[in-house]
């Protein structure tokens, strides 16, 4: 589960070089990150409940504001019975459902053969009769393999992606999907994100390390040729601490999510006072 790379010379000028990353071995849990000030009690429940009704889910931010980590919490909501294919660069996701298949790219060897991409990886995936799709990141053309798999039945199916904002995931999105080298129009696709995604979960990690779900905002539909973006849950910052911590406070914005039917009609009623604005 840790992630270790190498550099030498002739690309590292100065020498060799090697990173590891490494992670713990006694994994957070929800009630940590609470602790932690990452989120809210209110955010915590809100988001496990569109995990457990099978809303497709992308887990957004900065590098290193905690994705990977958020990821593998969200899906401690995931029930023990569904069927769940995960596929990775490099395997970290450690879940404990017991009907899971792994999966893990492949780089190519010395002559260039034998690559498996994660985009072979997501097709394939979709021949496996999987209840959710969890793919550690996208970063190019299986973006739209995914949108696919979202449109077509898999509910439930999450992933992370790197952006600097909530609507900036969107861009990214688009920008990702045309990476799979069909010319689809940027209206076509933005119908397909619209239409395949329920919910963006954007984290910030700070200057001074601090890691906060910033933003929780319900993907809409299409207005004119514009993907709509409701923020349903944010962090306010009021200013920062002397020794570089951010100060403020975690609120609902007033606004009921539009897929309040689709997760009460599923048995989850959501308490409208968990959406009221201060």
Same mark, same amino acid.
């Given at each position: 589960g840790?992630?270790?790379?190498?550099?030498?010379?002739?690309? +590292?000028?100065?020498?060799?070089?090697?990173?590891i990353?490494?992670?713990?071995?006694?994994?957070?849990?929800? @009630?940590?990150?609470?602790?932690?000030?990452?989120?809210?009690?209110?955010?915590?429940?809100?988001? +496990?409940?569109?995990?457990?009704? *099978? !809303?497709?889910?992308?887990?957004?931010?900065?590098?290193?504001?905690?994705? $990977?980590?958020?990821?593998?919490?969200?899906?401690?909501?995931?029930?023990?019975?569904? *069927?769940?294919?995960?596929?990775?660069?490099?395997?970290?996701?450690?879940?404990?459902?017991t009907?899971?298949?792994?999966?893990?790219?492949?780089?190519?060897?010395?002559?260039?053969?034998?690559?498996?991409?994660?985009?072979?990886?997501?097709?394939?995936?979709l *021949?496996?009769?999987?209840?959710?799709?969890?793919?550690?990141?996208?970063?190019?053309?299986?973006?739209?393999?995914?949108?696919?798999?979202?449109n077509?039945?898999?509910? %439930?199916?999450? $992933?992370?992606?790197?952006?600097?904002?909530?609507?900036?995931?969107?861009?990214r999105l688009?920008?990702? $999907?045309?990476?799979?080298?069909?010319?689809?129009?940027v209206? +076509?696709?933005?119908?397909?994100?619209?239409?395949?995604l329920?919910?963006?979960?954007?984290?910030?990690?700070?200057?001074?390390?601090?890691?906060?779900?910033?933003?929780?905002?319900?993907?809409?539909?299409?207005?004119?040729?514009?993907?709509?973006?409701?923020?349903?849950?944010?962090?306010?910052?009021t200013?920062?601490?002397?020794?570089? @911590?951010?100060?403020?406070?975690f609120?609902? $914005?007033?606004?009921?999510?539009?897929?309040?039917?689709?997760?009460?009609?599923?048995?989850?009623? !959501?308490?409208?006072?968990?959406?009221? %604005?201060?």
């Amino acid at each position: 589960g840790s992630r270790i790379n190498a550099v030498i010379p002739p690309v +590292a000028q100065q020498g060799s070089c090697l990173s590891i990353r490494r992670f713990l071995k006694d994994k957070l849990a929800v @009630k940590d990150l609470i602790d932690k000030e990452a989120l809210s009690q209110g955010m915590a429940d809100f988001v +496990a409940v569109c995990v457990a009704a *099978r !809303l497709n889910v992308i887990v957004a931010g900065n590098t290193s504001s905690g994705k $990977t980590t958020f990821l593998y919490i969200l899906t401690r909501a995931i029930p023990d019975h569904e *069927r769940i294919v995960t596929i990775e660069d490099s395997v970290e996701l450690q879940m404990m459902q017991t009907h899971k298949v792994s999966l893990e790219a492949r780089p190519a060897d010395y002559n260039g053969d034998g690559q498996v991409t994660i985009r072979d990886l997501v097709k394939n995936s979709l *021949r496996m009769r999987p209840d959710r799709i969890i793919v550690g990141e996208i970063r190019g053309g299986e973006t739209l393999d995914m949108l696919q798999a979202m449109n077509t039945g898999h509910d %439930g199916s999450m $992933t992370t992606v790197h952006s600097n904002s909530p609507r900036d995931t969107l861009s990214r999105l688009e920008t990702m $999907t045309l990476m799979a080298g069909f010319e689809l129009p940027v209206l +076509a696709i933005r119908k397909q994100i619209s239409s395949a995604l329920d919910l963006i979960v954007y984290l910030t990690r700070f200057p001074d390390g601090t890691r906060k779900v910033t933003h929780i905002a319900e993907v809409g539909g299409m207005e004119s040729e514009v993907i709509t973006l409701t923020d349903l849950f944010v962090f306010q910052q009021t200013g920062t601490s002397p020794d570089g @911590k951010p100060l403020g406070n975690f609120r609902p $914005t007033g606004m009921r999510p539009m897929f309040s039917p689709r997760l009460e009609a599923m048995g989850y009623k !959501l308490d409208r006072q968990m959406f009221m %604005g201060r």
